[in-house]
């Protein structure tokens, strides 16, 4: 599975939303909910099932789900 269909599926989780489509250009206006309190369970949810660590620097200047991917995919290739 990719990283933006597990992604999609945390986001759904999170959010209690089935029917989230993400892309690489959504951002927290895009989803309703998406406050500092479900961005922080978000950023756990994605830690936990990529089973990678974000320091606060990456996930404070994240401007949209493509700099997620492309973060998760970083930490991804650092841990082979």
Do not use: P, Y
């Amino acid at each position: 599975m990719d990283t933006m269909t597990t992604l999609n599926g945390i986001f759904c989780e999170v959010f209690d939303e089935d029917s989230i489509q993400i892309t690489r250009e959504t951002t927290a206006d895009d989803v309703d909910g998406w406050d500092s309190l479900s961005h922080t369970n978000l950023i756990v949810a994605v830690e936990m099932a990529f089973n990678v660590r974000f320091n606060l620097k990456d996930t404070r200047t994240l401007k949209d789900v493509g700099e997620l991917i492309d973060l998760i995919d970083r930490k991804l290739a650092e841990k082979a």
